[in-house]
């Protein structure tokens, strides 16, 4: 077979991306590669400035090209029409020659925050002048200048705190592009941006706080100097007018809208409909810019009449998160509460305490020096909850020491030996769990909100595991450990770390520390206050997080020690929302409502949240917490979703409030994994507490989180403590039995109480659904090519989508989607692809599994593994002859190893960017031969024989990008990975 030369790589790789807007080297983000750390320009800042840039191009259909600016050179820049620099503060000397000559030849640069004196004058400036604290005014939104940036919003949210100001040469060709706005929208005439033939100049950091209106700003801006993007984009906005979750088109959108049954979703869907002839008659007679203008409002509209369709309902959360314990920038507690209420909110978590701070009069906690002067923040939050009706929970940052510590509290508890420490032996800002008096400050530190507040509806933690996976390796850990294992720690602490011997006895003592602070707060906090609610907002992966960051949550439900779990599910996708909370429903206790937290500051459209609220709906969610309540979410967000999903007030229980009823679920067979067939009868049963003398019940079947009427189809019979329910559902969709009305105790003169239950859901699937599980059952079906048979594990995997959509379209190779790892299905299989998955990770952790891989490799099977799968984080290897998982290793540059097939025509002494964040080290085994690696020599991917057949075990997240969203491979990537293919294949090159 004929290997493909790089060139023909690349154009593979980038035809598995379609995009309206500019080619990938039109626009290059440069990176500032940060080799000596400070407080505000450690590479993780760095890198998530030029994330943000990134993913608001992303957003509006811009491929971009990220190039170091150690890399910055003639050939980086050759095809690149505009170079956009992020926060670039200390630019090399040869990157800003590049860029010069850049700009003499055409080019164009965009520069945020900072850009070096030799390139100021290119761009019509004298220089720039600091301004920050006192001194400058409190920002909140840049006015755009039409006649300057035409197509921009009339203005952008960006509370900047430090800017450097551009002072504009006379004459020079530079002019004032936008202003600043303070909070109460007044001019202060402070230079937000300038603008000059050659480039920009915008005087902070992209904040990225307003995405919708943040996509139309670069739209104009690059539009300045990019003509054709008009175009592009107008085409792109027009294509993309009614996309939504579950509509695809405008045709689909009016029937939403229709179905609703509101004028106002009427009118705006009439207006998008308009607005978009207008767009098109505006770019056929050559007026792009014109065009956009009404693209934009076609937009507008289109998404009005979606979040104007959309359903509301009863008997849920409605929470928000707000990180700052003072409320919304420059806006009392009165008015950061207030528009919660006005828009259909019941609930506010607020972040008022750290593990060495509190904005609060505490006897526990250092106090911080805020507060002689605001005030107690509980005190005045919670009279803002009670007057206008929300519910507060008090969110404690738990071992964390936070940024607001007062001075010298950390440098005292570091001393003190009272944090923890990393790997390597840097000491961090979390206090150790272990320790009895780290244990007593942050359980009494709860204890006393509880005591001190009786009004609070509840206490919240946060940060409630440890910082990561590498954490803690102090010696009063190692000390505990010994006590708790009841024997020396030998090779410490190489013993206890990713990998070793002793890891996994260290993770269930990790576990324990964390989870004696859940039940010691739970049961004191119930003890003083039976009514007190306790939660935890936790990490989505509940199956990882027990051995990655001892966060056990799945015992916590199970030992009741949560009144409620919020999820930290912050997902752009919804795909990956859905992933998610399908895992986590089934696993919460009925009795135990799922608050799932969305991410809402990372969507470009307040769609895109009601879309996700929609979605936990429907998926069995009982409630939502947005992250987060800021001067955005108040000001557009908050009224958007008020329009429809949020709309009226929730006026009767919330699920945590009430009395929980034990169900009983119709149990399924083993054929459609769990799902029903629509059709098939459903029984449910549901009973109160024994404390609970008699009921007065109403029962609902909800479908897709929404009650429905189902008529005969629904049977109802009411026992004194209980209901039956059978249902013969018609349709597919997730089933929930709602069960509502008053209770009576037993005591004589008991009064009636209200309560409001639901069972978790069912799911009923259509006759196609039925039959497409089935198939995922059977082995893989392949074309006949009489290519490689090269089967690609599916389910959602990280990578596996751009891998399978690469290998289909390489000549050779017969590509083909595994569902399934039966004995069967594996024999079908010359080569069979393992991405790291991204749900059912339990049948990577079973022996079973393993050997069967390792049976399948044995009999002449090829296999590769991806990131994880290598063997880490409680995933087998399946051949540890070979290899076996290491540890995770920062960074995403590898090299060439040494000469082997797998990287024949790869450069060797060559440094590749992986598209991932991090990489896996393995260990080789016996059989097992090195074959790429970090710079600094640590293995990451390894190859060799066993048995009959081979395995290729690559720490690489193949196909993996930023926000672990599936990315086409590199160049360099995709080389090796179909070399690993045909060497797994044995097919020879030629």
């Known amino acids: ?148 940036l035409p197509g921009a919003p009339e203005s952008m949210g960006q509370a900047s705190w430090n800017i450097n100001e551009p002072k504009l040469l006379r004459g020079k060709g530079a002019k004032v592009a936008g202003t600043w706005l303070d909070s109460e929208e007044k001019d202060t005439g402070i230079v937000a941006m300038s603008h000059h033939p050659n480039g920009a100049y915008f005087a902070h950091i992209y904040l990225d706080e307003d995405p919708a209106t943040g996509g139309r700003f670069f739209l104009a801006l690059l539009g300045t100097y990019l003509p054709d993007l008009w175009q592009h984009a107008v085409e792109a906005r027009l294509a993309r007018l009614a996309s939504f979750s579950d509509i695809r088109d405008m045709a689909a959108l009016g029937q939403a809208v229709a179905a609703a049954g509101r004028q106002e979703a009427d009118t705006a869907f009439a207006q998008a409909g308009r607005s978009r002839d207008e767009a098109r008659r505006l770019l056929a007679e050559g007026k792009p810019a014109e065009a956009l203008a009404a693209a934009e409002a076609a937009v507008t509209a289109a998404g009005d009449a979606f979040l104007l369709s959309r359903r509301s309902r009863q008997g849920e959360l409605r929470g928000a998160w707000i990180h700052s314990a003072y409320g919304v920038r420059d806006w009392t507690w009165d008015q950061s509460i207030k528009v919660l209420a006005d828009n259909g909110f019941n609930a506010i978590f607020v972040n008022m305490c750290w593990g060495a701070v509190a904005h609060y009069e505490s006897k526990v906690l250092p106090v911080h020096p805020y507060i002689a002067t605001r005030g107690d923040q509980i005190k005045l939050c919670l009279a803002a909850c009670q007057k206008y009706g929300i519910e507060l929970h008090v969110w404690k940052v738990n071992w964390n020491m936070g940024h607001y510590a007062p001075p010298g509290i950390k440098d005292k508890m570091v001393a003190a030996g009272r944090t923890q420490v990393e790997l390597g032996g840097k000491p961090s800002e979390f206090l150790a769990p272990h320790l009895d008096e780290n244990f007593e400050l942050e359980r009494d530190a709860m204890l006393e909100i509880v005591r001190k507040y009786p009004a609070v509806a509840g206490i919240h933690f946060d940060y409630i595991r440890y910082p990561n996976s590498r954490c803690d390796f102090s010696d009063s850990a190692r000390d505990a450990f010994a006590k708790w294992l009841g024997q020396e720690v030998k090779d410490w602490p190489k013993s206890c770390a990713s990998g070793g011997a002793l890891r996994a006895k260290y993770n269930e003592w990790r576990r324990g520390n964390i989870s004696r602070l859940v039940k010691a707060v739970s049961e004191g906090a119930h003890g003083i206050r039976p009514d007190i609610k306790v939660s935890a907002a936790v990490f989505g992966a509940w199956d990882s997080t027990p051995d990655s960051i001892a966060q056990d949550t799945v015992s916590w439900l199970e030992k009741g020690w949560l009144d409620f779990v919020c999820p930290m599910d912050y997902m752009d996708s919804n795909a990956g929302l859905a992933r998610l909370v399908s895992m986590q429903e089934p696993l919460t206790p009925a009795g135990v409502p799922l608050y799932v937290g969305i991410g809402s500051w990372r969507h470009g459209t307040t769609a895109r949240t009601a879309e996700q609220i929609d979605l936990v709906r429907r998926l069995g969610g009982d409630g939502f917490i947005c992250f987060a309540h800021n001067t955005t979410f108040a000001r557009r967000v908050l009224p958007d979703l008020a329009k429809g ?181 594996l024999a079908t299989c010359q080569v069979v692809l393992l991405c790291q998955p991204r749900t059912g990770h339990q049948l990577f952790k079973e022996k079973d599994t393993a050997r069967e891989l390792s049976r399948f490799v044995s009999r002449g099977g090829g296999l590769l593994t991806t990131h994880a799968l290598v063997g880490v984080r409680g995933y087998l290897p399946p051949v540890p002859k070979v290899a ?107």
């Open 1 to 148: 077979m004929t290997s493909l030369p790089h060139r023909h790589l690349r154009l593979l790789a980038l035809s598995l991306i379609t995009s309206l807007g500019a080619l990938a080297s039109d626009v290059v983000l440069v990176r500032q590669i940060q080799k000596t750390p400070t407080k505000w320009t450690t590479q993780k800042i760095i890198d998530q400035y030029v994330d943000r840039v990134r993913r608001r191009l992303d957003a509006v259909g811009l491929i971009t090209e990220t190039v170091r600016d150690t890399g910055l050179d003639a050939e980086s820049l050759s095809t690149a029409r505009v170079a956009i620099l992020p926060y670039n503060p200390g630019l090399p000397a040869p990157a800003v020659e590049q860029l010069v000559a850049f700009i003499k030849k055409g080019g164009k640069i965009l520069s945020f925050y900072h850009m070096d004196a030799r390139l100021q004058p290119l761009l019509g400036l004298e220089g720039t002048a600091f301004r920050g604290g006192k001194e400058l005014p409190s920002l909140a939104r840049v006015r755009f200048d039409p006649a300057v």
């Open 645 to 825: 999903v949020t709309r009226g007030r929730v006026t009767g229980l919330m699920p945590h409030h009430s009395v929980a009823g034990d169900f009983t679920l119709p149990a399924p067979g083993d054929a459609l994994g769990g799902a029903f067939r629509v059709g098939e009868e459903l029984r449910f049963e549901m009973e109160l507490p024994d404390t609970v003398r008699q009921i007065k019940p109403e029962v609902s079947i909800l479908r897709d989180g929404y009650a429905v009427r189902l008529g005969e189809r629904l049977q109802v019979k009411a026992s004194r403590r209980g209901v039956r329910a059978d249902v013969r559902p018609l349709e597919p969709g997730h089933y929930r039995l709602e069960v509502s009305g008053t209770w009576l105790g037993k005591k004589r003169k008991a009064q009636p109480q209200p309560f409001l239950t639901r069972s978790r859901s069912v799911r009923v699937i259509s006759a196609d659904e039925a039959e497409a599980f089935l198939a995922k059952q059977r082995p893989p079906v392949f074309r006949g090519t009489g290519g490689v048979r090269v089967a690609v594990w599916q389910d959602g995997a990280y990578g596996a989508a751009p891998i399978l959509a690469l290998l289909e379209q390489t000549p050779g190779l017969d590509a083909a989607p595994l569902w399934n790892l039966k004995r069967e299905s």
């Open 884 to 990: 076996e998982g290491g540890d995770r290793v920062a960074g995403a540059t590898w090299r060439v190893k040494s000469y082997h097939q797998i990287t024949a025509g790869i450069p060797r002494q060559r440094d590749f960017a992986a598209t991932f964040a991090d990489r896996i080290s393995v260990k080789v085994g016996s059989r097992g031969r090195v074959v790429a690696c970090t710079p600094e020599g640590i293995p990451i991917v390894a190859a060799g024989v066993s048995g009959k057949g081979r395995y290729v075990a690559c720490g690489l997240g193949l196909g993996i990008g930023k926000g672990d969203r599936d990315v086409a491979l590199s160049e360099a990537e995709t080389s090796l990975l179909l070399g690993a293919v045909r060497w797994l294949g044995n097919v020879r090159q030629r």
